[in-house]
């Protein structure tokens, strides 16, 4: 099963009670206040990972909690510290306030981690009242409270390239000749419920992942079909690979498929629209009108996109294909570096979420 969108409940621990205690020593009859602080709460970090692509598992509990901080103890000991609850959430994952609908977070690279919810401050003991006109206090502070947060968490997968096309348009098919992933295929519509990934490896240690677009038909973008689940996958992509069936098994016009799902991107967000896109004519095996291919490809060179012709099941283009999509990525990549990295790394700032711990003023 795939999730892309959950809602969640975090609660950071409460900070363990401060304790009133005196030393009682044998020979020493007026021991003075010893009372511990307490422990920290601990805090909620959410930390992205590489090894999933879903948000089933965290979606499987509504709620998730940090432990408490022990009180504190005799002889000035502080109370042991909760432990930290640490989420793992996949690569690509966007944390929202889910009350007031801001972005918290956008976790876009592995290891990048965020305290989400911080814990209690510990409460402190007596010993730490001791003044020069109280030697014997028994003022002690409760642990503070842990931070409680409602999260709305939604996955924007990672990938270099994104597929898209009308339900039955091989994109399935194409995923799984040229990587590894294993999606299910049928002749069907909406065979694909949820987008696959795969990493295709090139000669000379060349390497991208590809994800398909399940659901896009006209109207996708206002949820006709699965389209407006989805679309939202290709929003991080450097290219697109458009498949159009120009076998005519579909019965569909493939000049009009192809304006259909232009025009669904532009709908859905012009800037997804606007990225370097190549269209695979699809099927060429099954080809029954060799006018329909002719057209098309017209038609697409007309709007100065590339098209190569090939057929996911017998393997005709694809090294075709394969190649000219990693000169996208190549160059796509090579602009980011050259760009300067005038922000700070994204595993930083953590405080601009919270507030640094601070102990309170007696």
Known sequence: MFRDEVEIEVQAGRGGDGLVSFRRE?????????GGDGGRGGSVILLAVSDQNSLLEIGRSPRYAARNGQPGGPSDKSGRDGEDLLLRLPVGTQVFDAERGNLLRDLAREGERVEIALGGVGGRGNAQFVSSTNRAPRRTEPGGPGEEKFLHLELKLIADVGL???????????????????????????????????????????????????????????????????????????????????????????????????????????????????????????????????????????????????????????????????????GARASVASEPDEQRPASEGIDLLTPSRTRRDA
Do not use: C, M
């Open 26 to 34: 044998k020979h020493v009859p007026r021991g003075g206040p010893d």
């Open 164 to 330: 898209i096309g009308f339900p039955n348009a091989g994109k399935s098919t194409l995923i799984s000749r040229v990587s590894a992933a294993k999606p299910k295929i049928a002749n069907y519509p909406f065979t694909t419920l949820a987008p696959n990934l795969g990493v295709v490896s090139l000669s000379d240690n060349r390497s991208f992942v590809v994800a398909d677009v399940p659901g896009l038909i006209k109207g996708a973008h206002e949820g006709h079909g699965l389209g407006d689940r989805f679309l939202r996958h290709v929003e991080r992509t450097k290219v697109l690979v458009h498949l159009v069936d120009v076998s005519g098994a579909s019965g569909r016009d493939p000049v009009e498929d192809f304006d259909t799902i232009q025009n669904e991107l532009q709908l859905f967000d012009p800037q997804v629209a606007a990225k370097p896109q190549i269209v695979a004519a699809n099927k060429i095996d099954a080809l029954d009108d060799p006018d329909a291919l002719k057209r098309l490809t017209k038609h697409v060179r007309a709007r100065k996109l590339p098209l190569v012709q090939i057929s996911g099941v017998r393997g005709d283009g694809l090294n075709e294909l394969l190649e000219a999509v990693w000169r996208e990525i190549a």
